[in-house]
């Protein structure tokens, strides 16, 4: 009776109170501040909120630090689940107008989309496929997954030609690393490849300089002459001889740079790449670098990332650092640094970098040729082959 009373009075009040508490809940942090507030005022909310609630609470999830997001869907999973006990109803149409809105945090988005599903067994079939190109990434992948789920089935029917358009359709939205290989192994074998730099975005062509002393770790933090100024008829004092601004171009899939191969076999050694970037406008975007160096990368002068790390597991997307294009060229600088180490599994000296969106879209530079034909990339995998049997 108690409880009851409570739950009306928060609905009725339908804002000051329940607004003052998802307040609390928002100021808590990593540190432990506000934490005791946190308690009261989730169990405020957990037990005297109801289900019409849930868009509210839903949407102070916009902009709360992961520790508030935590709490706040702790609570929204507490009244839910009390809510579908007692009736096995929940506000369909308010949590589906939330989810409509695509400016709500991602998470905040799929917590009511599962909510929805558990109440609606038609809400897979209704609303994912419409989530092709949503900004939550964990709803966007869902509905790769069907469509990829749908290709396969044409395939296997041998209707190739509808089986491609839909695995060329999952992969201009497909944005996690799983199911774009999964897409451009598909496509493969139904001969119809895919030039997965342009896809990604990732820059195959640069200048080269180096190398300079790394040795004992002391190049990282070292301010060698491109971070002063880039001169590409510069001549520069090396760790052996004078070194110069080489081009190099890479022809692997996912931009990897092999620096042993662009500058030379060296250990405890940093080298540099450059590379000129053009926008038709300004505008935000990410450096998306991964490497199983220490690196740092710079877009026009501009420090972006950094990480001291030496033969660390290399993944794309391993760094990432927010930036601003500006209209025209851009310069975009990475330094590689190399260790000392002498086993096999540390003789690695590679990067790799891409530009994109906040949501991982490619973003490519207005001179970009267009992407390779299905010849080219085919000679160029039978290319990669033989070197990989020459070595």
Known sequence: MILFLLAGKMSAAAGPDLQSELAALRKVDARGEGHSAAIESWQQVAEAADADDLPTILAAMDGANPLAENWLRAAVDTIAERQVKRDGKLPVDKLEAFLA???HNPRARR???EWIARVDPTAPDRIIPEMLDDPSLELRRDAVARLIDSAAKLAEAEKNDAAAAEYRQALESARDTDQVKAITEALGELDDPVDLAHQYGFLV???VLGPFDNHEGKGFDSIYPPEETIDLKGRYPGLEAAVAWTPHHTDDEYGAVDLNKAIGKHMGVAGYALAEFISDEARPIELRVGSENAVKVWLNGKLLTSAEAYHANSAIDQYIGRG????GKNLILVKV?????TVDWAQ???FQLRVCDELGAAVLSADRPEP???D???AAAEAKKAEAKEE
């Not at 601003?324 to 209209?327: N, R, S, V, Y």
């Not at 640094?337 to 180490?341: A, G, H, I, K, Y």
């Open 337 to 341: 640094c190399q260790d000392e180490q």
């Open 111 to 113: 917590l009511a989309y």
């Open 372 to 374: 390779k034909s299905a």
């Open 101 to 103: 809105e695509s400016e």
């Open 324 to 327: 601003e294009l500006k209209a």
């Open 205 to 207: 062509d640069w200048m």
């Open 376 to 378: 080219e990339l085919k």
């Open 348 to 350: 690695n000296w590679t």
